[in-house]
């Protein structure tokens, strides 16, 4: 089975500040990788796929970036609506996997 | 865009059974592959299970491989995941959500609210 590890687990961030998000696949997965958001007491939302395609709702702030088995999420300029949780997740090889993921809060 | 409407959770005994389902309504539902993901309290994202959009292929994580089945009804818009030997550990809030893909190896873009299951004596 493929793993996901994402770092760091948590970032305390201010706003206006730049973030970047780790993650890591045990073994190559191409570009199938996605990542998603999770505010508390929501479901999450997809944020991007094939590890760097956005969805149409996503601000131009995020970005995201790699191949094969290292990628990053980077949100530029944070807002108040960014702090929330974000997972990686391998769409390649049942069964799918999660990253842990990174939990970003205020400073 | 699909709407995801969880129901069939509830408090059942370690060893019990529990059917969830999954209304879909706003798409095209027999296009595209479905799985379950579950969150237990105050942790991550678990991927459950997922079926093809035609219902032929299914998958499971191994911790529930087994005790799990997937299904779905492409007539009544809807999925299920029928849950047997339940553990305490199967304690979590079931998310479903639609594939991307006909196949279910792809991004979830859509989520339901969930349905929680709580697995105690």
């Known amino acids: 089975d493929i793993q996901m590890t994402q770092s760091p687990s948590s970032v305390s961030a201010s706003v206006g500040d730049r973030v970047t998000i780790t993650c890591r696949a045990s073994?190559?997965?191409?570009?199938?990788l996605a990542w998603y958001q999770q505010k508390p007491g929501e479901a999450p939302k997809l944020l991007i796929y094939?590890?760097?395609s956005m969805i149409s709702w996503v601000p131009s702030r995020f970005s995201g970036s790699g191949s094969g088995t290292f990628f990053t999420l980077t949100i530029n300029n944070l807002q108040p609506e960014d702090f929330a949780t974000y997972y990686c997740?391998?769409?390649?090889?049942?069964?799918?996997?999660f990253g842990g993921g990174t939990k970003v809060e205020i400073k | 865009e699909m709407q995801l409407l969880e129901s069939g959770g509830g408090l059942v005994r370690p060893g019990g059974s529990l059917r969830l389902s999954c209304a879909a309504f706003?798409?095209?539902?027999?296009?595209?592959?479905m799985t379950w993901v579950r969150q237990a309290p105050g942790k991550g994202l678990e991927w459950v299970s997922g079926?093809?959009?035609?219902?032929?292929?299914?998958n499971y994580a191994g911790s529930v491989k087994g005790r799990f089945t997937i299904s779905r009804d492409n007539s009544k818009n809807t999925l299920y995941l029928q849950m047997t030997s339940l553990r305490a550990e199967d304690t979590a809030l079931y998310y479903c959500?639609?594939?991307?893909?006909?196949?279910?190896?792809?991004?979830?873009?859509?989520w339901g609210q969930g349905t929680t299951v709580t697995v105690s004596s």
């Open positions: 959500a639609k594939g991307g893909l006909p196949t279910a190896d792809s991004a979830l873009d859509a």
């Open positions: 706003g798409a095209t539902f027999s296009n595209y592959a």
């Open positions: 079926i093809s959009a035609g219902g032929g292929s299914t």
């Open positions: 073994q190559d997965i191409s570009r199938w």
């Open positions: 094939s590890a760097s």
């Open positions: 997740q391998q769409a390649t090889s049942f069964p799918l996997a």
